[in-house]
């Protein structure tokens, strides 16, 4: 048998329905209104559990929660609420340039890590990874920058458990090109030692940290 969500309508219905017989309840029930939402926590626990499809991961529960995290990040550096500093380099590893930037919160938590690779081939790659409250990795987009006139955005959500449960590529322009291979590691990494390693950083040029 399929199984059928509850609707918001239903949802009512059982409530006025409820309440028809809210006169032979026990006096410690709870009333309609707190049973509606109830009701109302049932429906998004359900909702939360679907799977991510094509058709609903816009309105997803779990896309949703990650949204606000990057609106929030974004908000904070528009109100100046966070730090945002920076570091240049010439040369770095593989890289002709590169260039970092991390954001913290007034607590010294990293919320945003940026950085740019220049490559020495026929790409430029811009990583934007955004971060929550307890420092886990839960977005990420990869901007591409190809030789052939390419741009594209690879988006990557992440689980509380660094697991990807949605990813998509927005073709700006162009062609196309190969998508970088090392997204999902990208959880275990540690924003804040990336940013002060430089080792084998050529030419450093830091910048002093800014409110932004």
Known sequence: ???????????????????????????????????????????????????????????????????????????????????????????????????????????GHVTMYEVYHEGREDSSLLYSQYYDEAGRLRFVVVTVYAANGTRAQHRLYFDEAGNIIWRNLKLLKGPGYFAPNDMEELPKQDPAKEFANDEDCASTKPKRGSNK
């Open 1 to 107: 048998m399929k199984h059928i969500q509850p609707t918001l309508i239903s949802m009512l219905a059982m409530s006025t329905l409820l309440g028809a017989y809210s006169s032979s309840w026990p006096e410690n029930s709870l009333d309609r209104s707190d049973e509606l939402l109830r009701l109302l926590n049932v429906q998004s626990a359900a909702q939360s559990k679907q799977e991510i499809r094509e058709s609903n991961w816009q309105s997803h529960p779990k896309i949703v929660a990650i949204r606000k995290i990057v609106t929030a990040t974004e908000q904070g550096l528009k109100n100046r609420t966070l730090k945002s500093s920076k570091k240049q380099f010439q040369a770095c590893g593989e890289d002709q340039a590169t260039i970092r930037r991390i954001v913290r919160d007034s607590k």
